[in-house]
Every structure is written in structure tokens, then in C-alpha cells.
């Protein structure tokens, strides 16, 4: 790249995970909670206390627990932190919201016969017969002219309601309590779907300045969001209802379909949150995706076709049909191999994610990821603050493969260019002290050998050693596409307090895992000195490996005066002190439980009469600047 390209900056982030709203790091915090100062811990819990519906809060600063009034966070702590911290993170599926892994409704097929001679005989509704009537039935008559009597000599697969024993009964749930549909009209919206406009409205809440201040000042054209799931939307609402409507004895619904699809978590952003005409996009990279999708928005800075972007996920795939799926192909953590693997009678559901340590599939969980980059020149324009920058992203796919499901090298290329390209940007020795590398660590056994494999060769083709790994689905689970935007998020809590989560729920890092030149805790650490790097790693079924590299804001400042000056900086630090405010405002709201989430259905619509075309622009209503459409030939040296 030249030196004039554009550096994509992080200038807002948010979202919803199994540790809470992720905005003003406070998701993060519920990672590293043991190791936080007692008041930063006690604003967690009454953050998340109110954000589930256990407290509310008064504008006096006071808190409210049924008939019980508490005077600030710390006393409401007091009463409330076990309940809060007992559920959150990954914990046992919660049959209230999801379903019940002990009595798991499914129905078994049986063929009823006669018994001797005698035929079966039934009642039945009229108009619930089948169309049409099985001609080995006989229908008959009955006193009640809406009731029929039905003589058959056989029911060949007749469905029967039945309950299962379900092997898998952990998951990284949303905070128990916290409803997405009661924060906004749903509409019947797909929880995922739901997941996307909270999250999206966290990161855009987040950045302190007004959206309509940012279109301001680019042109309609140069926005993009790009977003997408994997499952896409599986429940009632979505594909789920979709499949199921009419074997259930129901029918399809209009939405069914359209909400269905992976796009719609892009889809509703545009259309129903920001009123965007730039360009939008679901790329799918299986468990990676949230990388892919990165990977697209910061090419689209760099090369100046545009200057503001939305990246990220949204996926609830906590459905009993989903984990059924996961689980049949052997990659679930089950109850009873928990038991075997563990010597133990009493399984602990909130240990069932174990990345590194001797550990028996992963956990699935639901999250919803979003962050917000603006081009290095706006950013210090607006006087935006800037949390991360993000200098690279690489993919690449696995070549040849005897199993989809299996790992592979592109991996290997990926994380050993993420490495290569910080060295040609910073220097061998700010990436060997100065860097933490978070991994996939889904927690199958897989995983722990072939990712640590890959980090430990390069990290000695690259002279790093002692290099801190990091693994946060042991808390939050694996949310597949957006899981790398858990990652991510959780890094920029990191570079702000520089507290590493440890892998808090092993005992110890097993024996088979490559670790000569890592450094694998499972304690939380304080990194010592300036970090300045964070290795985000992620891969996915399919051959999809991504590895991206952010740049902390310090480092991220430092270059910023290197092009563009000290006293241009300064000037746009003063600016960021209202933004800084705005930010904390919205925060403050949002703790209270005012989550401000943005939703406007219909509102605004583009009156296309009123769109005005010229040879040189187009220029729409609503919109301050125009679109230019004079175009150099890019092929001039070809006509």
C-alpha cells in the first residue's frame, strides 16, 4: 500500500454477548471481574443487575429491587452480585427462553394397529381430516354433524409426543432476563435479527457524534455495512418457521422467508436504523465471517471508495435443532463426556468451554458484534475517538481437504502474514514484546493441538517467545460468525486496561498443546510495558482462516501526528473531548437501562421524484452532499 493510504480507525463499537452490552467495555469487564477495583466491579453488576431486569435505576442515582431502595452501586452489589455474576457468561441452558435439555419435546414415529379383528376407531373434527380422506378409511356419520367416526385397520407413522434426555445443556446465553424484542417493535422479529439492531445501535450510540453529523460529511455513497450470520435466522420467525409451519399443522408466514436469510442482520441497518444508499454486503466465512466481513470494510477505506463503515454479526443459534446438528457431529462438550473426561458425577455447565486444556467439544452461544470505522483524515476531522485501528486482515482457504469440518494450513498462511505485515510496519521488536494474540480456542481437542501448533511455528520463524494467548470463549462460548467480533471487542478492552483474561475455566493447560513459546494462563495477567498490537485469529468450517492485526489507540495516535502533524492532531484531541462526553452520556442512558436503540420503520423515505440527475451528479433528498459522477477511465492506458 502507499503512503497515502487511509488507516481504517475503530471509532465506535458495541453489541450483546453472553457477558452483557459490550459498549464502554463493559462486557469485557465481566470477563476480567476478579481482577477489576471494587468500584469497577460493582458498576458491572449494577450495570448488568438493571440491563436484566433485576433493578431498576432513578434518576437520583438510586436503585430499586422490588420494595427495596439501595443508595449507589456498591450496596446494590452487595445484594445482587451472585445473581448477576451466576447468570451470565456460559451457564445452563435456560428452559424459560430457550428449551429444556432434560425434557426435550420431539416425536417418535409408530405404526397403531387393530387388535384380532377389531379395526381402530376414532372421533374426529370434520375439518380436520386429511385431504384427501386415505382410501383404507372408513368415515362415518355421527349425531354431531361436525364430528366424523373413523373405522381403519392400521396408522402406519403416527407421530407421538415424546421427551429426550438432551446430551447437551450448556450454551453462552444472553444475560438471563434481558429481552432484545422488549426494547424495540419487534414486529416478530427473528432473535437474531433483534441481536443485529441492538447491537448495531450500541456501536453507533457509542461513538458520541450524531449520526446525521457523520453523513454530513460524505457523500451518500460512501458508507457501507457490511454484516452477516452463518445460520441465519432458525427460529420461528425466520428459516425455522419456514421449514417446520406445515409439518406442525401451521402455516408459513409472509415474513418467514425474507427474515430468514443471512443478509437481513445488513439489511435492517440500511433500511430501518441509518437510511444508507452506500454499499452493503453478507459475506460468510463460516466461524471466520466476522473477519470477512472486516476484511471487506477496511479495504473499502484503504482504497478511499469509502469513509465510514459498519462491520459485524449477529447469530442466535441457541435452538434445539441447531445444537442437535452440533452436536450429532461430535462438536458439542456433552454432559456425559464432561462426566467421563472430568471424573465427576455433578457437571459444571459454566466450565463446559475449556480452550486449551483437556476438553471435549465447544459450547455454542449467541452474540451480536458490531464496530464503526471512519478513515484516519475524518476521524481526526470529527474529533472522533479513536479506540483501535485495524491495519490488515488476511483469508485464505485450506487447499485440499479429506474432511470439511477438518482444520488445515491456510491457517499457518494467515497468522504468519498478520505477523509479517506488523514487522513491516512497526519492527520485529514491537511484534515480539509489544503484541497479545487472540485465538479461535473453540475447546474441542482438535483445536488445542493444530491453532496452538500454528502459533508456536510462527512464532519461532518470527523470534517470538513467551507471546500472551488469550481464548474468550472459555467465557462467552462460540457464537460462530461473529465470533472473531468478540474477539475483537474484547481486545480494545484490553488495550485499555491491559488486564489479559486467563483461561479461568481450566485447571491447567494440557499436555499435548504446543506451547514452548506462548504464554497460556489460566489466571488473568497485567501486561507488562506498552501493548500495541492484538493479533485477532479465527477460523471456520470450510477452510476459512482469517487473521487481523489492530493497532492499539496510543500507537494508533503516534502515527496519526506522524502524518499528519502534532498541532492537527491537537486541535482534533480538543474536538474529541465533546465527543469523549456525548459517548459517556449515552453510556450513563444506557446503564440506566435506557438503551436508545435506533429503529425507524417507514420513517424517512427517499422521495424519488425529488432525486435530481445531472452528467456531473446525483444529488438526493435528505442528503447534504451529492454523488459525483465524474469518472476517470481507470483503463486509459488499454483505449
Known amino acids: 500500500m502507499s503512503a497515502t493510504t487511509k488507516l481504517p480507525v475503530i471509532v465506535g463499537f458495541g453489541g450483546?454477548?453472553?457477558?452483557?452490552?459490550?459498549?464502554?467495555?463493559?462486557?469485557?469487564?465481566?470477563?476480567?471481574?476478579?481482577?477489576?477495583d471494587k468500584a469497577t466491579q460493582d458498576e458491572t453488576v449494577a450495570n448488568l443487575a438493571v440491563l436484566m431486569g433485576l433493578a431498576t435505576y432513578a434518576p437520583d442515582g438510586t436503585y430499586s429491587v422490588g420494595e427495596s431502595t439501595y443508595t449507589d452501586a456498591s450496596t446494590l452489589a452487595q445484594e445482587l452480585s451472585q445473581t448477576v455474576l451466576e447468570n451470565t457468561l456460559i451457564r445452563r441452558i435456560d428452559p424459560e427462553t430457550y428449551f429444556?435439555?432434560?425434557?426435550?419435546?420431539?416425536?417418535?414415529?409408530?405404526?397403531?394397529?387393530?387388535?384380532?379383528?377389531?379395526?381402530?376407531?376414532?372421533?374426529?373434527?370434520?375439518?380436520?381430516?386429511?385431504?384427501?380422506?386415505?382410501?383404507?378409511?372408513?368415515?362415518?356419520?355421527?349425531?354431531?354433524?361436525?364430528?366424523?367416526?373413523?373405522?381403519?385397520?392400521?396408522l402406519a407413522d403416527v407421530k407421538i409426543d415424546s421427551y429426550r434426555d438432551f446430551p447437551v445443556k450448556s450454551a453462552g446465553q444472553l444475560p438471563k432476563g434481558f429481552k432484545p424484542a422488549d426494547h424495540y417493535s419487534s414486529r416478530f422479529h427473528p432473535r437474531a435479527v433483534q441481536m443485529s439492531v441492538l447491537g448495531a445501535s450500541d456501536a453507533i450510540?457509542?461513538?458520541?457524534?450524531?449520526?446525521?453529523?457523520?453523513?454530513?460529511?460524505?457523500?451518500?455513497?460512501?458508507?457501507?455495512?457490511?454484516?452477516?450470520n452463518i445460520m441465519a435466522q432458525m427460529d420461528e420467525f425466520g428459516a425455522g418457521g419456514l421449514l417446520k409451519s406445515r409439518l406442525q399443522g401451521g402455516r408459513v408466514s409472509t415474513k418467514n422467508l425474507i427474515l430468514g436469510l443471512n443478509s437481513m442482520t445488513t439489511d435492517f441497518i440500511n433500511a430501518y436504523m441509518i437510511g444508507s444508499v452506500g454499499s452493503s454486503g453478507s459475506t460468510t466465512g463460516a466461524c471466520a465471517s466476522f473477519l470477512y466481513n472486516l476484511a471487506t470494510g477496511i479495504e473499502e477505506i484503504r482504497s478511499g471508495r469509502k469513509r465510514v463503515v459498519i462491520v459485524g454479526g449477529s447469530e442466535a443459534p441457541i435452538t434445539s435443532e441447531v445444537i442437535d446438528g452440533y452436536s450429532t457431529m461430535g462438536a458439542l462438550a456433552t454432559e456425559d463426556n464432561q462426566r467421563k473426561l472430568y471424573g465427576v458425577e455433578e457437571v459444571d455447565h459454566r466450565r463446559s468451554s475449556r480452550p486449551f486444556s483437556e476438553n471435549c467439544g465447544f459450547t455454542i452461544a449467541e452474540s451480536s458484534q458490531y464496530v464503526v470505522l471512519m478513515d484516519d483524515e475524518l476521524a481526526l476531522e470529527l474529533g472522533a475517538d479513536i479506540h483501535a485501528a485495524v491495519a490488515d486482515v488476511f483469508l485464505s482457504a485450506d487447499g485440499y481437504k479429506k474432511s470439511i469440518s477438518a482444520p488445515g494450513p491456510g491457517n499457518f498462511i494467515t497468522?504468519?502474514?498478520?505477523?509479517?505485515?506488523?514487522?513491516?510496519?512497526?519492527?520485529?521488536?514491537?511484534?515480539?514484546?509489544?503484541?497479545?494474540?487472540?485465538?479461535?480456542?473453540?475447546?474441542?481437542?482438535?483445536?488445542?493441538?493444530?491453532?496452538?501448533?500454528?502459533?508456536?511455528?510462527?512464532?519461532?520463524?518470527?523470534?517470538?517467545?513467551?507471546?500472551?494467548?488469550?481464548?474468550?470463549?472459555?467465557?462467552?462460548?462460540?457464537?460462530?460468525?461473529?465470533?472473531?467480533?468478540?474477539?475483537?471487542?474484547?481486545?480494545?478492552?484490553?488495550?485499555?486496561?491491559?488486564?489479559?483474561?486467563?483461561?479461568k475455566t481450566a485447571d491447567a493447560i494440557a499436555e499435548d498443546v504446543?506451547?514452548?513459546?506462548?504464554?497460556?494462563?489460566?489466571?488473568?495477567?497485567?501486561?507488562?510495558?506498552?501493548?500495541?498490537?492484538?493479533?485477532?485469529?479465527?477460523?471456520?468450517?470450510?477452510?476459512?482462516?482469517?487473521?487481523?492485526?489492530?493497532?492499539?489507540?496510543?500507537?494508533?495516535?503516534?502515527?496519526?501526528?506522524?502524518?499528519?502533524?502534532?498541532?492537527?492532531?491537537?486541535?482534533?484531541?480538543?474536538?474529541?473531548?465533546?465527543?469523549?462526553?456525548?459517548?459517556?452520556?449515552?453510556?450513563?442512558?444506557?446503564?440506566?437501562?435506557?438503551?436508545?436503540?435506533?429503529?425507524?420503520?417507514?420513517?424517512?423515505?427517499?422521495?424519488?421524484?425529488?432525486?435530481?440527475?445531472?452528467?456531473?451528479?446525483?444529488?438526493?433528498?435528505?442528503?447534504?452532499?451529492?454523488?459525483?459522477?465524474?469518472?476517470?477511465?481507470?483503463?486509459?492506458?488499454?483505449?
Not at 386415505?134 to 381403519?152: G, I, K
Not at 467480533?485 to 486467563?502: N, R, W, Y
Not at 506462548?518 to 500495541?532: N, Y
Request: glycine share 8%; proline share 4%.
Open 514 to 639: 504446543f506451547a514452548d513459546r506462548l504464554k497460556l494462563s489460566v489466571t488473568d495477567q497485567q501486561f507488562e510495558g506498552e501493548l500495541d498490537i492484538a493479533f485477532i485469529n479465527s477460523k471456520g468450517f470450510g477452510g476459512a482462516n482469517g487473521s487481523a492485526i489492530l493497532i492499539s489507540p496510543q500507537r494508533t495516535e503516534s502515527m496519526l501526528i506522524k502524518r499528519y502533524g502534532k498541532e492537527r492532531v491537537e486541535e482534533s484531541i480538543q474536538r474529541r473531548e465533546a465527543t469523549v462526553a456525548a459517548a459517556k452520556e449515552y453510556d450513563r442512558k444506557a446503564a440506566a437501562g435506557d438503551l436508545q436503540v435506533i429503529y425507524q420503520f417507514g420513517e424517512g423515505m427517499i422521495d424519488e421524484a425529488a432525486i435530481e440527475i445531472t452528467q456531473e451528479a446525483v444529488k438526493l433528498p435528505g442528503f447534504e452532499l451529492p454523488i459525483n459522477l465524474k469518472k476517470e477511465n481507470p483503463y486509459g492506458d488499454m483505449i
Open 100 to 154: 429444556d435439555p432434560d425434557k426435550l419435546l420431539w416425536q417418535k414415529k409408530a405404526t397403531l394397529k387393530g387388535s384380532g379383528e377389531q379395526a381402530i376407531e376414532f372421533t374426529l373434527r370434520k375439518r380436520d381430516l386429511p385431504e384427501p380422506v386415505p382410501a383404507e378409511w372408513q368415515v362415518f356419520e355421527t349425531d354431531d354433524s361436525t364430528v366424523v367416526r373413523v373405522q381403519v385397520s392400521e
Open 16 to 36: 450483546y454477548n453472553a457477558a452483557g452490552r459490550v459498549s464502554g467495555h463493559h462486557a469485557y469487564h465481566r470477563l476480567v471481574f476478579e481482577s477489576l
Open 205 to 228: 450510540r457509542s461513538i458520541g457524534i450524531p449520526w446525521e453529523v457523520i453523513t454530513s460529511h460524505v457523500t451518500p455513497d460512501a458508507i457501507g455495512v457490511y454484516s452477516s
Open 415 to 503: 497468522l504468519a502474514k498478520a505477523v509479517a505485515s506488523a514487522n513491516a510496519i512497526f519492527g520485529e521488536e514491537v511484534t515480539k514484546k509489544h503484541s497479545i494474540l487472540l485465538a479461535h480456542g473453540s475447546s474441542t481437542p482438535k483445536n488445542r493441538t493444530t491453532e496452538s501448533e500454528i502459533f508456536d511455528r510462527v512464532a519461532e520463524a518470527f523470534g517470538i517467545s513467551e507471546w500472551p494467548v488469550i481464548a474468550v470463549k472459555a467465557f462467552l462460548g462460540h457464537s460462530l460468525a461473529p465470533a472473531s467480533g468478540d474477539q475483537v471487542t474484547a481486545a480494545l478492552g484490553m488495550f485499555k486496561s491491559k488486564i489479559l483474561p486467563g483461561i
